[in-house]
């Protein structure tokens, strides 16, 4: 089992966007028994929110469906909990690295396909559709460089 949480400001935007995402294209794939996709936020503002009505919306123009999810925040049991912690943005690896400390499991999602590029925060930029296209894009990659896990 690969334990994936993906993580953003608020987890109502980019984490549950990419937490639908990946568990949507591992569905796809017939490996969604080999996964354990989450998400979370690094602040406090959105706990226990849904999904974003953008992020909604969003995903349903691609016909993905949306992961029932309430927004939580990260914490220093989630770094001993799962394989991967990734992060939208340079900030959120700042502040995952400030609440978990170090550690070698912490990615920016862009990272998988191999660009230092942040995922743009839609709550911000309004653009759903250019936050979806860079997630859709890291979750593929993500997934094709774990293959050879699952």
Known sequence: MIRILFVCHGNICRSTMAQSVLQYLADTEGA?????????ATSTEEIGNPPHHGTVDELRRHNIPVVPHRARQLTKADEEYYDYLI???????????????SSDKIYKL???????????????????AQTYADVKLGCEKLLEKLKDQY
């Open 32 to 40: 969604s028994a080999r996964f354990e996709i989450d998400s979370a």
């Open 87 to 101: 992060g939208m943005d340079s900030a959120n690896i700042r502040n995952m690295q400030r609440i978990v400390g």
């Open 110 to 128: 862009m990272s998988f396909a191999d660009s230092g590029k942040d995922v743009a925060d839609p709550w911000y930029t309004g653009d759903f």
